[in-house]
């Protein structure tokens, strides 16, 4: 049986399921979670240490805290993402990962929508300096010189408007050319949201939004990609794993367990 890990293999299978190389068919576990929340290290409510536990204790086997890599995205507490406390986020994950039981993920969410929409990047060992909309930068420097890595999401695209404003995951980097912006970084882009949650809604029989990207998921397997569909809460109240599991849904399947 697969045990989740904190290792890039670990995330890899959880997330993508039944696709991972390596294992023979009886031996895969299909595993259910969200690979995007905040929490008060950006421009959330709560701690990794409360986001981590809630999330376990509604079922979950993976969760990712994902906050904002830059200063705009401060809370009203004032407080946003920095060295120390993505230290403290890394420390937190560490402390809530248990072997065959729980999976805590930590990651980054880069640049703005007015720059070109967001983009969570995994275990990272530390904050990206990329400036806000300087894809180029993150799929052609930044990225290749911090191997560990190696999964990016695209998120909250624009249902099925994908493309539209020019500035799509830096395709205005790339003179608007999908074949080039492809060979960047399909290397690196893994997931794409199309399962998305409560984020400033505090309810939890909040309806998430699902189905309204299909278009986008499909748009980008056009262009090229190869992407497997993710969900995610984008949580910024204290819902973590909660406003979706009330619709009986979390992650991009049933809960095995009838949740």
Known sequence: MFKPTQTLLGVWTVVLISVA???????RQIYFGLMHSHTNFSDGEGTPDEAYTMAKDAGLDFFAITEHNHNQAAGDDGLFLTPDLYERLQESAARHTVDGVFLAIWGQEISTISKGNHQNIFFASHIT?????????????????????QIVQLNHPKGGLAGSRGKEYGIDDYNFSYPALVTASDRYIKLIEVVKGSAFNAETDFVHIDGETDDDYFFYLNKGFHLAPSAGGDDHKKTWGRSMKAHGRVGNRTHPHGH
């Not at 300096?129 to 890595?149: A, I, Q, R, V």
């Open 21 to 27: 190389s390596g294992y023979a068919q009886e031996e």
């Open 129 to 149: 300096d990329m400036p806000s909309g300087h894809f180029k930068y993150l799929y052609e420097t930044w990225l290749p010189h911090n191997p560990e890595t």
